[in-house]
């Protein structure tokens, strides 16, 4: 079947702009994970949905952070006024319990 | 809070060999899975071997086994017969269990592997 999807696959942005980053979970899968990868800080939680809920949000690095998710589904990671510290890999993962299943993360450039 | 530590920032191997990737842990928690992904330069993170900690049985996935040291909190990552697609960063990571804790995975640093044909 289907694994983890996210697009864009890459997104260069300007200092100041908002991006969106989508996440499409494999199906079925109720829980869904954002984290970051960059080189100076490793992987990073960033946040965790159980359905359309979101009981773990410790990650979240600053209020400029947000994420949904939709029809237990499709989540959006939002990033407002995009600074050059946030320029990373963003990992998305799902899974059904237990193990996490990731996708090809999105790499966002902020110049 | 708890940590993974992996103590090798790179290792390599030569093809058809063996190689041992070492990673320990910290935790208060009795009930936890341990993970290895292998991210390749492609930036994919794939599940390696899973491992829940009530198991006493250590894991095998064809060429690849751990060696799962609960009380030593240890969990090293064995290739063997390693292969040049094995290549790639090998991460090592932690998950809560019980009830009401954080389903979060808890990375390590990483170590790159390198297979010399």
């Known amino acids: 079947g289907a694994g983890v999807s996210q697009s864009p696959s890459n997104k260069v942005t300007e200092k100041g702009k908002d991006v969106e980053l989508r996440c499409d979970p494999i199906?079925?899968?109720?829980?869904l994970y954002w984290y970051r990868q960059s080189l100076g800080q490793g992987l990073e939680f960033l946040i965790y949905f159980q359905g359309n809920s979101a009981p773990d949000k410790s990650g979240l690095p600053s209020d400029r952070f947000s994420a949904e998710r939709t029809g237990g589904s499709v989540s959006t990671l939002t990033i407002q006024r995009t600074q050059q510290e946030d320029s990373a890999v963003y990992l998305c993962?799902?899974?059904?319990?237990?193990?996490?299943?990731f996708g090809p993360g999105t790499r966002l450039t902020v110049l | 809070a708890q940590t993974v530590t992996q103590s090798q920032p790179e290792m390599s191997v030569q093809e058809a060999e063996t190689v041992t990737l070492s990673c320990t842990y910290d935790t208060s928690e009795s009930d936890y899975y341990l993970f290895w992904y292998k991210q390749p330069p492609s930036r994919q993170m794939i599940l390696v071997i899973r491992?829940?900690?009530?198991?006493?049985q250590n894991a095998t996935e064809n060429r690849f086994s751990v060696n799962f040291q609960k009380a030593a909190k240890s969990f090293s990552l064995k290739i063997s017969d390693s292969q040049l697609g094995d290549a790639a960063m090998y991460f090592c990571a932690y998950r809560s269990a019980g009830e009401g804790g954080s389903e979060k995975l808890v990375f390590g640093k990483g170590t790159k592997l390198t297979v010399n044909p």
């Open positions: 199906s079925g899968h109720t829980a």
């Open positions: 993962a799902s899974s059904p319990g237990g193990a996490q299943y």
């Open positions: 491992q829940e900690a009530y198991k006493q």
